[in-house]
């Protein structure tokens, strides 16, 4: 029962990350970063503080009775997965849901998998390293699902390709305005690569989520403190770079402009921010049901692809290609999905 709660509440948040995008796109007016900027002061600030407000009492002296060097790390990795979660919002600003979500969360699923046991190899003396990965059965199926999960990226990228080809300028940008394949695939490769570095953050802060179930919060909503560390680690790395690209590209007047509709405008870049912090809301009721860090996080990837590929199709993001692309894309879907099935089955085997 506590297993399939955990998968319930994953598939809440996964569904949530799937969708927070929609919103966004009923904003009139505003260039990308004022928006997304907007949404982000909800998303980094606003609904974590009040997330850990409502469910963890204290939540601010067990930050200030925190370790400075776990505080550091889980910041730091904060910034870095925020790096991750900046260019995440440009895949889909130029590859659209579907596309977007599929390979920047397959680069993510990949190296969340791959990056721990490459450092404990590295830096540590801890066995459970890439080589001993090949040794074993947990270890093969990892892997397995890693390489499987590159071809997915693969199938995706060639169906994006086909899209290219086959679709006027007019069609492109029909469904997604600024659709560019390029500057799409490059975002979407960094995005996935260091938005791994969230669920090394939550392992970092660790010792906070244990504080607050000894401080009576109850342990569904433990991860909620160390959140508000690592959302601030977040919003530091996108509020700079768009302020910066607010004052490149003139758009400061975006937030009092009456020319456009400003209160639909912020209201619509809340709901979008409050939605994908949602995700993680639930990320950790999922986690803390199945007990397997690792596991949760292959399992969270999995359903915000399958929600996102079908959004995507719902916003008819592929309605002006062939019949050839369009099962291109779905069977790159299904394998990034079977990819991380087969992760999150390997990290659920004992060694």
């Known amino acids: 029962m506590q297993a399939l709660l955990g998968v319930l509440f994953h598939f809440i948040g996964g569904f949530a990350s799937g969708s927070f995008y929609i919103p966004y796109k009923k904003v009139k007016g505003w260039s990308w970063e004022s928006y997304w900027i907007v949404g982000g002061i909800f998303s980094w600030l606003v609904v974590p503080l009040l997330a850990a407000w409502l469910t963890v009492p204290g939540f601010m002296d067990i930050i200030r009775n925190t370790e400075g060097t776990v505080l550091f790390w889980t910041y730091f990795l904060g910034v870095l997965w925020g790096i991750g979660g900046l260019t995440f919002g440009l895949s889909m600003r130029y590859l659209g849901m579907s596309l977007g979500m599929a390979v920047a969360l397959g680069f993510c ?97 660790n010792s906070m989520g244990k504080a607050a179930v000894a401080n009576n919060a109850n342990p569904l909503f433990r991860n909620n403190v160390i959140f508000v560390v690592i959302m601030l680690g977040g919003l530091t790395t996108n509020f700079i770079w768009c302020m910066l690209l607010n004052r490149r590209n003139r758009s400061f007047n975006d937030y009092t402009n009456k020319n456009t509709p400003l209160v639909k405008n912020y209201l619509f ?83």
């Open 109 to 205: 699923s990949a190296f969340g998998a791959l990056i721990p046991p490459i450092y404990r190899g590295l830096f540590t003396d801890d066995a459970n390293t890439l080589g001993a990965m090949f040794h074993s059965s947990r270890g093969l199926y990892v892997l397995s699902g890693v390489a499987v999960c590159l071809v997915g990226i693969a199938i995706c990228g060639k169906a994006g390709m086909l899209k290219e080809k086959e679709l006027t300028g007019e069609q492109k940008t029909e469904s997604i305005r600024e659709f560019d394949l390029r500057k799409g695939l490059a975002v979407a490769i960094v995005s996935g690569i260091l938005s791994a570095c969230m669920s090394f953050a939550i392992t970092a802060g």
């Open 269 to 351: 870049a809340a709901i979008a921010g409050t939605t994908w912090f949602l995700q993680f809301f639930f990320y950790g009721m999922g986690e803390s049901k199945l007990g397997n860090d690792a596991s949760s996080w292959i399992l969270h990837m999995a359903f915000i692809i399958l929600i996102s590929g079908m959004w995507g199709f719902v916003l008819k993001e592929w309605k002006n290609a062939s019949k050839k692309t369009f099962i291109t894309i779905s069977l790159g879907i299904f394998t990034i999905i079977l990819s991380v099935v087969l992760v999150g089955y390997g990290n659920s085997l004992e060694n």
